[in-house]
T-cell receptor, first 110, second 115 residues
Framework: QKEVEQNSGPLSVPEGAIASLNCTYSDRVSQSFFWYRQYSGKSPELIMSIYSNGDKEDGRFTAQLNKASQYVSLLIRDSQPSDSATYLCAVANYGQNFVFGPGTRLSVLP | GAVVSQHPSRVICKSGTSVKIECRSLDFQATTMFWYRQFPKQSLMLMATSNEGSKATYEQGVEKDKFLINHASLTLSTLTVTSAHPEDSSFYIC???????????FGPGTRLTVL
């Protein structure tokens, strides 16, 4: 059973701080990694994808991938209350075995 | 780009009726579409994967005769919940993929309430 694990949270950070979200996965051959944001009552929205080891930055978001450790993370700089949501980590292997983690609930306190 | 629509956004029906949900990729051709279900405060659960022109592949525990999936074209997939019961009440979400880079783009979801 291929698994993706995340801390359920809630993770609470003050406004303006850096939020750090972590994800581990079990399938060593995974090649594609995603972070989705899901607001309560809404569907997931893709915010970052990463395919190579290292960091990928997009605005206030930075995804970090370490395939050797089977670990992917998302950093949110200058956190805003509007970032409060559930963040889903997802892992895939060339169109196969797309698996979502259970999500981490982030709360940014004003 | 990568916009996926779903219709209806919300449906309330009586127990025993069938409900059809449409999922459309508006600005790209989707080689694969996925159907998920999400109960309150729970994670997404993949129900089935469908490729255009092929039979859907259902996840273990999902009744294929109850959840009928048709993927008639590269831009349209439908999910029909047959003989719906209150326990089928949930948030149903579709996603679509071009196959490139494994990315999935989600529709806005359909909230089904079965009375």
């Amino acid at each position: 059973q291929k698994e993706v694990e995340q801390n359920s949270g809630p993770l609470s950070v003050p406004e303006g701080a850096i939020a750090s979200l972590n994800c581990t996965y079990s399938d060593r051959v995974s090649q594609s990694f995603f972070w989705y944001r899901q607001y309560s009552g809404k569907s997931p929205e893709l915010i970052m994808s990463i395919y190579s080891n290292g960091d990928k930055e997009d605005g206030r978001f930075t995804a970090q991938l370490n395939k050797a450790s089977q670990y992917v993370s998302l950093l949110i700089r200058d956190s805003q209350p509007s970032d409060s949501a559930t963040y889903l980590c997802a892992v895939a292997n060339y169109g196969q075995n797309f698996v979502f983690g259970p999500g981490t609930r982030l709360s940014v306190l004003p | 780009g990568a916009v996926v629509s779903q219709h209806p956004s919300r449906v309330i029906c009586k127990s025993g009726t069938s409900v059809k949900i449409e999922c459309r990729s508006l600005d790209f051709q989707a080689t694969t579409m996925f159907w998920y279900r999400q109960f309150p405060k729970q994670s997404l659960m993949l129900m089935a994967t469908s490729n255009e022109g092929s039979k859907a592949t259902y996840e273990q525990g999902v009744e294929k005769d109850k959840f009928l999936i048709n993927h008639a074209s590269l831009t349209l997939s439908t999910l029909t919940v047959t003989s719906a019961h209150p326990e089928d009440s949930s948030f149903y979400i579709c996603s679509a993929s071009t196959g490139a880079k494994d990315e999935q783009f989600f529709g806005p979801g359909t909230r089904l309430t079965v009375l």
